[in-house]
């Protein structure tokens, strides 16, 4: 048997389908991280191959994901009888099925004997042999179960190599006994050595496993009744520490005290302010008397120069205003003449424009119709693009037309695949010969017809002949799946079968072509819409040509004299304004600079007339008056300011003993309802008498486990003496060693030169390693020297397996954890000199050392994120 592909789906990690696929002969390597799921899929493989699917049992259990869900493996194997697909599915609709390409061969328990038959037997297995789980290199590792499975598989593999079998046995008074043994054991154990249902041994353990859960509940109960009371306890403290009226009283004194401090410090820093603010007024008068000195003495000085100024002033204002009469005498006569020449220009204008609207109307005519044609043509493609683009919202697009044509081939599929597996009928003709007639009409000559129900076919001349196919061409569900499939997908287009969806499809297409075609048009005839030519077409003049109107190049020459003409003589009034203007400004400029100078003499005045009847003398004396009181009332402030609290401390201290005072009472306020209920759980725990429950209990318990232990000790000596005949039975075993040591030798002789192993009687495994003369037991070795010892071991049993007809792939979960950079080469080498004729599956998180290992590169491929 060799594995080709795994499939897992609802297996832990893995709620959507993962897949292992083309797995090859020799060495497969999956090399990926932590958490990818390897150790997932090693277990996945042995619940399939040995968990019943109608097991509920741990191992089982443990394949479900956190959200539940039924567990489904299936796994392909190659045989010498061809290609077969295995699949089991657990808990809901249990299920083990095999199948043959297409071809159910067994199922439920049939399936489960196929399956025990591919791998010889429960014993027979690979388990344990030469399928290593993460974790479990050592060759006695495992649950007892386990290793019970794996020391059978070892004794079916050693005898599969020897022809005495009888010899070995010890005679059939030996088997006798054995039996015996065995049959008074078997009242109280299975097979495995494990409690068997119904029997004494199986329920003075559920006894016991039931009272001490039983105990642990009520263990748990009074543990929770006892965290209650010490929890009310310290609730009550708690409560009485922070009422306590010293400790209120305390809490009380320190809030008062730090609100005084702070109210104290609040009133100081107001006198200081106060006290600013006084100082602020002296600094104001001071400034403000040597302001006044200031001004009076500025204001002076002022009215002296004022009155110089004015007098100058006046003589230069009298010659500009005679100046100014001149020159207005000057622009009257200008403008004038620029009159006359404007009624000129204007009456020339008017002509000119009459000739221009008679040549624009005879333009605009033909822009009119050119314009107007623009826009019927845009209009009519707009109105295709419109209706190409309400025909391209029918009919179904391209994702669903292929998702329609996707089931229909489906549908021909599952059709010709019933077809295929039904009854046929093939009419031969002979010439001359009558024709066959069946549902439809005659038969074709040659043609093989399905037939999938009983069928009457008429023959003429001879009668009816009726076929009546078997069972297994009558199960159309497939197809009829298929075809309601596709009737649903061509309902939602509106379609009534494949060749009307292709139409409409069609259709929907060339209307979206025929939109974009209409839409470009339209782009190029209007890239700014209709609008914009509406508004053009709007602007062009309509009126009708002149007949008398003027001719325009006289009318233009004509214009062109009398706007020559105006321009002289606006030049002449401009140069005369220009002039006017000068003088104007001049004349403007000397009334402002005496109207200026006149103000700043009133303002002078003014200035001397507010600083009233105050002297110089009287002035000065007040300066220093008022100096001397700013001087007073600054260092009063600054004395009042040196000793100021630290008024931000103070708020700071104020806070805390706020917030204590406030967290004392919400947590009074908590401890209360938290203590009532306590009080309440206390109660109804008491009143159920826990501690005598639990009392009573413990009493049962011992007396099951004394019951219990009695049973064990039966058990034991039962085992105790099955092992002694079995011993019996083994002591012939040494010399069917042979093979097995033969085959370890060279894979020993690649780490160790002249290297052996002894092998343990009873475990059939390797008890010590022989190198360089000395004996080394094998549990004292390093982890990485077990570790190889142990996987030569495997792979020596597999070649074993392999030469008794049983093959078997290599399964190897980091298998080499232990080894070092030199000898896991070397490991690697062994491992390419098993499998010229085996498969090995290597699955393995370390990437880079496995780099050297070689062989086929697996992908765990999924077809969904997994969480």
């Known amino acids: 048997m060799k594995i080709r592909a795994i499939t897992l789906n609802n297996v832990r990690r893995f709620t959507d389908p993962a897949q292992l696929t083309d797995i090859g002969d020799g060495i497969n390597v999956l090399c990926e991280p932590n958490e990818h799921g390897k150790s997932t899929l090693f277990d996945a493989i042995q619940a399939l191959f040995f968990k019943p699917y109608g097991s509920r049992d741990k191992d089982v259990s443990a394949l479900r994901p956190h959200a539940g869900g039924a567990p489904e493996v299936t796994v392909e194997v190659e045989t010498d009888d061809g290609r077969f697909t295995l699949f089991k599915r657990w808990f809901q609709k249990p299920l083990a099925t095999v199948h043959r390409g297409g071809t159910l061969v067994a199922q439920a328990d ?33 649950s007892s179960k386990e290793e019970k499975q794996a020391l059978e598989a070892r004794r079916d593999l050693m005898t599969s190599v020897g022809a005495e079998v009888e010899a070995m046995t010890g005679g059939r008074r030996m088997d006798k006994a054995l039996a015996r043994c065995r049959e008074e054991l078997g009242q109280y154990a299975t097979s495995t050595k494990r409690p068997r249902t119904g029997g004494p041994w199986k329920d003075a353990q559920e006894q016991v496993a039931s009272l001490a859960e039983r105990r642990d509940t009520l263990t748990a109960t009074v543990q929770e009744l006892q965290e209650a009371l010490a929890e009310r306890a310290r609730s009550r403290r708690a409560l009485r520490e922070l009422e306590a009226p010293d400790a209120a009283e305390e809490r ?42 200031e ?26 205003t005679k100046t100014l009469a001149e020159q207005r005498a000057a622009v009257e006569e200008a403008e004038a003449a620029l009159k006359k020449a404007e009624a000129n220009l204007e009456a020339a204008q008017a002509t000119q424009r009459l000739a ?124 009829e799946t298929a075809t309601e499939k596709l009737r649903t ?12 969806a292709r139409t409409a499809a069609a259709t929907r297409a060339d209307a979206q072509r025929r939109f974009g075609e209409a839409k470009a048009v339209l782009a190029s005839l209007a890239p700014e819409g209709i609008a914009p030519l509406r508004a053009a077409l709007a602007e062009i003049p309509d009126m009708d040509a002149e007949e008398d109107a003027p001719d325009l190049e006289e009318a233009e020459k004509a214009l062109l004299a009398a706007q020559t003409a105006y321009s002289e003589r606006r030049s002449a009034r401009e140069a005369a304004a220009e002039q006017l203007a000068e003088a104007r400004t001049e004349a403007a400029r000397a009334d402002a600079l005496l109207t200026s100078l006149r103000d700043r ?67 009074i306020a908590r401890l209360r309802p938290l203590l009532a209920r306590l009080n309440e759980r206390i109660s109804r725990a008491s009143g159920d008498a826990v501690e005598e429950r639990l009392a009573e209990t413990t009493q049962e318990l011992q007396a099951a486990e004394a019951t219990l232990a009695r049973i064990d000790h039966e058990v034991a000596v039962l085992t105790r003496l099955e092992d002694a005949l079995q011993t019996a039975r083994n002591e012939a075993r040494d010399r069917y060693f042979a093979p097995i040591v033969a085959e370890l030798k ?22 010590a390693l022989i190198r360089n ?15 190889q010892v142990a996987l030569m071991v495997r792979l020596a049993f597999a070649k074993m397996l392999a030469r008794a007809g049983r093959i078997a792939p290599v399964i190897l979960d980091d298998a080499l954890v232990f080894t070092d950079d030199d000898r896991i080469e070397r490991m690697f080498d062994a491992l390419h000199r098993q499998a010229s004729d085996m498969q090995i599956i290597v699955l393995t998180c370390r990437q880079r050392a496995f780099r050297a290992l070689g062989g086929k590169a697996l992908c765990l491929e999924t077809s969904a994120p997994t969480s």
Request: proline share 4%.
């Open 110 to 142: 049939e399936a489960e004997a196929w399956i025990a038959q591919l791998l010889g037997g429960d014993a027979g297995g690979p388990s344990g042999l030469i399928w290593v789980r993460q974790g479990m290199t050592s060759l006695a590792g495992g």
């Open 252 to 293: 009380r004194t320190k809030l008062e005290t730090a609100r005084a401090a702070h109210a104290a410090a609040l009133r100081h820093a107001e006198e200081v302010e106060t006290l600013a603010r006084a100082a602020e007024l002296a600094r104001l008068n001071a400034d403000s008397a040597a302001a006044q000195l």
């Open 295 to 320: 001004s009076l003495r500025t204001t002076l000085a002022e009215i002296a120069t004022a009155q110089r100024e004015v007098r100058q002033a006046e003589a230069t204002a009298e010659t500009a």
């Open 356 to 479: 221009q609207r008679a040549r624009a109307a005879r333009d605009g005519a033909e822009r009119r119709t050119a314009l107007e044609a623009r826009i019927a043509q845009a209009e009519a493609t707009r109105a295709q693009m419109e209706s190409a683009e309400a025909a391209a919202k029918h009919g179904p697009d391209a994702a669903a037309l292929q998702r329609i044509e996707t089931l229909a081939a489906e549908l021909s599929a599952t059709r010709a695949a019933r077809d295929a597996t039904a009854t046929q009928v093939v009419a031969r003709y002979t010439p001359g010969g009558a024709a066959i007639l069946g549902p439809d009409g005659p038969l074709p000559d040659g043609q093989a017809l399905p037939l999938r129900h009983a069928t009457e076919l008429k023959i003429e001349g001879l009668g009816t002949l009726e076929v009546r196919p078997g069972a297994g061409g009558q199960d159309d569900h497939a197809l």
């Open 489 to 500: 997908a061509l309902a939602q287009v509106g379609a009534d079968d494949l060749d009307a």
């Open 601 to 667: 003499l009133r303002r002078a005045e003014a200035q001397q007339a507010k600083l009233g009847d105050l002297s110089e003398d009287a002035l000065t004396a007040q300066v220093t008056q008022t100096a001397a009181a700013f001087a007073q009332a600054r260092a009063a402030h600054a004395e009042k300011a040196e000793g100021a609290p630290d008024l931000a401390s103070l708020k700071a201290a104020l806070d805390r003993a706020t917030s204590v005072e406030t967290q004392a009472q919400d947590e």
């Open 746 to 767: 060279p894979l020993l002789q690649l780490l160790w030169p002249d290297a052996e192993l002894t092998w343990g009687e009873e475990s059939l495994l390797p008890h």
């Open 773 to 787: 003369g000395r004996e080394e037991p094998i549990d004292i070795l390093s982890g990485g020297t077990q570790e």
